[in-house]
């Protein structure tokens, strides 16, 4: 009877999140995580502090979304920085020129303009999501590593590209004179020396809300039966085709997902107090990170992915720190150390494919650490 | 005909794989395609399956051309391939694995009632919802195979060597259970190197040699075929 039961719960959770794949728990603390946040946003928490907290958040929504694609589907995208900066050019672009035009000003704004981050977080997402399907159709219709060539060569074209944007324009009466078209065509975003003076719109309440949002998007993909079917192509291409998956629709989805909340985390990022969004942004440097992350992780794991972003940016804070004992320079080279560390003793990454809260449950998923 | 494959070429590369195969598997029928190592029994039935396009020929299913349908779209259609060496999501539950043989439906309690159905023929799969498919036993994860496949409650099963690889007592599980699935009106056509257990179950066989059908007929017949014996039977 009880085995009937059990039955129908399952078949229940195809449709939505596997409510009961997640302890209570987990609730209540991110409650307290986020109330916490938005209690140190209010002053608590002094300039320095916040700003490593904004730079935290904003590669943990990095490092969860290309978990969607490299971890889920198990594919190699190793570009995730360029989406970040299309998400960030394009958002950017429209939140600057839009005040400029508007209110001939971009910085010194009050509260009152806060919310605009909302429409250019999900704008510059939408414009990485569609670049997104530009990339990812072609390259991931054919199996194999093309998607990886494939995203490092975006990245460094992107680079390239925005590297030849025109320069930016500082006034209205400048925009005017330029028009429309000619801010568009190329992108007046200011070239290799950097698109300066992006309105200051991101806070940390703004980036904990979308870390909330990209982790509860990614946990409920997971635990669906489309996120099931994704783990699936990671598992066994040929099998989940005859389950019945549209492999290569799958993947696609996969990686429009995870550039959208790229997009959303350059957005963040091109809006950050104190940042200058510069054509290297998109290059392989900062995709390298992202990917470290993901790996250090575990392939597919939501709270190993968020939890490498604290770690890998609390390194880089450190290492900052002590800039100037020339600490810069063994940046690389301890990222490298760490990933052998890694791939020696754990080659599944912190997790493995299990989340945290897959520790707390009954241990009878022997092997799950694989 | 449930199936009929008419004239299929199939090319990889420059290598020609099959040269001009045709059969036909009657609805509710056990056939059989049996061959030695390399004959191109999997490539007939990646063939029929949309997993590759034939260079030449034609498939029908139930009365409609599916030639070069992707796979993916057939399961829905009642035609579910069981790939050569199980295909398991090794890191996926076994009650997962279960859940994406019926990816394709939403009929809840049609899905729970197969579900169930599918436990009962592999008790052992019932003991081992929870664990890791890739930990299972050789036998196991066949069980699995074929009782995933079963979820999407297909009208043509394809079974590409269900017994490769099993211990002697695994494999007449294994046949009793293909034909206890094709006692309940699933048709099956069934790919074997182990042609006497497969003879024995079937209703009707192909022989396929390097690419071409060369014998076909009632499968009791081809039992007693001296060539038959001779080539696949041990004398
Ligand atoms: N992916 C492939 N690429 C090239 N040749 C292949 C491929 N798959 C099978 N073949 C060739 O096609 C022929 C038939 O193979 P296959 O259908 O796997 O035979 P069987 O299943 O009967 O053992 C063999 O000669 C084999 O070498
Ligand atoms: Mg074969």
């Known amino acids: 009877m009880g085995e009937g039961l059990e039955q129908l719960s399952h078949v229940s959770d195809r449709a939505g999140v596997g409510a009961g794949m997640i302890p209570r728990w987990v609730a209540p603390c991110v409650v307290v995580a986020f109330a916490f946040v938005m209690y140190a946003s209010g002053g608590f928490v002094g300039d320095y502090a916040s700003r490593v907290m904004l730079d935290t958040g904003i590669m943990m929504i990095a490092a969860v979304s290309l978990t969607i694609v490299n971890g889920f589907t198990g594919q190699f995208s190793i570009g995730h920085a360029a989406f970040m900066a299309i998400g960030g050019y394009v958002s950017g672009w429209l939140t600057y020129y839009g005040l400029l035009a508007t209110l001939g000003r971009t910085t010194d704004l009050g509260a009152e303009h806060g919310w605009l981050l909302l429409p250019a977080a999900i704008i510059g997402g939408l414009a990485a999501a569609g670049a997104g399907w530009l990339v990812g159709l072609p390259s991931l219709r054919l199996r194999g590593d093309y998607l990886a060539i494939v995203t490092l060569g975006f990245g460094e074209i992107l680079r390239v590209l925005l590297q030849q944007t025109d320069r930016q324009r500082f006034s209205s009466q400048e925009m005017s004179e330029v028009g429309l078209l000619g801010l568009i065509v190329p992108p007046d975003v200011g070239g290799a020396s950097g698109f300066e003076s992006i309105p200051k719109l991101t806070n940390l309440a703004w980036v904990y809300l979308m ?83 993901v790996v250090m992780g575990g392939l597919g794991s939501i709270s190993g992915a968020t939890l490498a972003a604290i770690v890998v940016s609390l390194l880089n804070v450190g290492l900052l720190e002590l800039a100037d004992y020339g600490a810069m320079k063994w940046r690389m080279p301890i990222f490298a150390l760490l990933l052998i560390l890694i791939m020696i003793f754990r080659p599944q990454g912190l997790f493995g494919l299990r989340e945290i809260w897959d520790f707390f449950r009954s241990r009878d998923r022997t092997g799950g650490g694989r | 005909m449930l199936l009929s494959v008419h004239d299929l070429d199939v090319h990889y590369g420059a290598i020609q794989a099959l040269s001009g195969v045709s059969l036909e598997v009657e609805a509710g029928q056990i056939v059989t395609l049996i061959g030695g190592n390399g004959a191109g029994k999997t490539t007939t039935l990646r063939a029929i399956s949309g997993m590759i396009r034939p260079t030449r020929g ?41 859940d994406l043989g019926a990816y394709c439906r939403h009929d809840r309690l049609g899905i729970a009632e197969d579900r169930e159905r599918a436990l009962e023929l592999f008790p052992r799969l019932r003991e081992r919802l929870k664990q890791n498919a890739g930990t299972l036993s050789g036998g196991e994860q066949q069980m699995l195979a074929i009782g995933r496949a079963l979820l999407s409650r297909p009208r043509l099963l394809l079974l590409d060597e269900p017994s490769l690889g099993l211990a002697p007592q695994l494999v007449q599980l294994i046949f009793t259970i293909i034909r206890e699935i094709n006692g309940t009106g699933t048709t099956v056509l069934l790919v074997e190197q182990n042609a006497h257990m497969a003879l024995a179950v079937a209703h009707r066989a192909y022989v396929l040699q390097t690419g071409r059908v060369v014998k076909s007929g009632p499968a009791r017949q081809l039992l007693e075929d001296p060539d038959v014996k001779k080539a696949y039977l041990g004398g």
């Open chain 1, 211 to 293: 870390v909330g949002a990209v982790i509860l998007f990614a946990i409920r993909l997971k635990y669906s039966s489309y996120g099931r079917a994704m783990l699936a192509i990671r598992e066994d291409e040929i099998a989940a085709e005859s389950m019945g998956v549209n492999v290569t629709r799958m993947k696609v989805r996969a990686f429009m997902f995870a550039a959208f909340f790229a997009g959303v985390a350059g957005t963040l990022y091109a809006h950050q107090p104190g940042t200058l969004l510069r054509p290297a942004d998109a290059g392989y440097a900062r995709s390298f990170d992202i990917v470290i992350m």
């Open chain 2, 58 to 98: 034609r498939v029908m299913f139930d009365g409609r051309e599916i030639t070069s349908t992707p796979a993916h779209a057939l399961v829905s259609r009642g035609l579910c391939h069981v790939p050569e060496g199980r295909g398991i999501f090794a890191n996926l539950s076994v009650s997962e694995n279960l």
